[in-house]
């Protein structure tokens, strides 16, 4: 089982974020020391506690390693944990609370409004024919609007778009539910999409295909648009907007979405609920954005900023 874990993980990291080989070939060393030391303590990747990782790191120190290759250990299984924690496998993330040694707590990139309304504008623009960039523009607006996981988009049903809704139906993780509002922009691409996507349904229909019950439905064996196909497709999305394209992934859309809406006054449970996050931790991430950004604008602008150098 342990195994699957990491071959799943690998891959996935492996077509998101481009990773060279020498990089899986590190994570894959990482995670099976881990899952070794799990076998002979009664655990596996499924069970395993916040306890059994800090005794892990422990046994690492015991043993000489070097604080860098224990941050890279803990770094390795603390991104394994992201992973299943988004895919649905566990219902909690045992490494969230776990500091590294001598590590400074990471916080996620996020995208300005800037850069956002950049990508929104670009998306109408990118694909060959006119049906891909309505597709196009009404993923990047959903995204945006709604902070929804890629996973949880791409595998939307069409019927929780049926009626020009203010508010959609997400399944998330575990089959949990959340009602999440849309924007006006948001509403607009998805009537557009929405009409287009039918009429090419029922085309398809006539010629004996079968319907699709997914928003974005694919040629593929999953019956809708890959996670991976639409990381391929953001990428393609920011290269037209002029927004380096390393610095823009469907999650980091989504980071965007949660910290935007802090920065506009909204509340911490109000965007707990939003991105369906099971403990408001988790979302706490986002105030710690907020205050390096605040930090970041005040030592640039603020007139008395340099006092202390003058």
């Known amino acids: 089982m342990q195994e699957?874990?990491?071959a799943a993980f690998l891959e996935a990291i492996a077509a998101e974020h481009n990773a060279a080989r020498n990089t899986l070939l590190s994570y894959g060393r990482d995670l099976k020391d881990f899952g070794g030391w799990l076998d002979n303590h009664g655990a596996d990747f499924e069970n395993v506690q916040r306890k059994h990782v800090e005794n892990y790191l422990i046994r690492c120190d015991a043993e000489g390693l070097a604080k860098a290759t224990r941050a890279r250990r803990l770094s390795s299984i603390k991104a394994l944990f992201r992973f299943a924690y988004g895919e649905g496998w566990r219902a909690d993330n045992p490494t969230l609370m776990i500091k590294g040694p001598g590590k400074s707590k990471h916080l996620p990139e996020t995208l300005s409004e800037?850069?956002?309304?950049?990508l929104l504008a670009a998306a109408r623009d990118v694909g060959r024919t006119s049906d891909d960039r309505l597709r196009n523009t009404c993923l990047l607006e959903l995204l945006y609007a709604t902070g929804m996981r890629v996973s949880e988009l791409v595998e939307l049903p069409v019927s929780a778009a049926r009626g020009d809704p203010q508010m959609i139906l997400v399944?998330?993780?575990?089959?949990?539910e959340r009602m999440v509002p849309l924007s006006s922009p948001a509403r607009a691409a998805l009537g557009a999409w929405l009409d287009r996507r039918d009429a090419c349904e029922e085309v398809a229909a006539k010629e004996g295909g079968k319907l699709s019950k997914y928003l974005f439905p694919s040629r593929g064996s999953a019956g809708h648009l890959t996670r991976h196909r639409f990381y391929s497709l953001i990428k393609?999305?920011?290269?037209v907007a002029e927004v380096a394209p390393g610095r823009v992934t469907p999650h980091r859309l989504r980071h965007a979405f949660a910290t935007h809406l802090l920065a506009g006054g909204a509340d911490l449970r109000s965007i707990q609920m939003l991105l369906g996050h099971a403990d408001v931790s988790t979302?706490?991430?986002y105030t710690h954005v907020l205050e390096a950004r605040l930090r970041d604008l005040v030592l640039a602008h603020h007139p008395l900023a340099d006092r202390d150098s003058d």
């Open 114 to 118: 800037n850069e956002v309304d950049r």
């Open 283 to 285: 979302t706490e991430i």
């Open 236 to 239: 393609e999305i920011a290269l």
């Open 4 to 6: 699957n874990w990491i």
């Open 171 to 176: 399944r998330g993780k575990g089959g949990k």
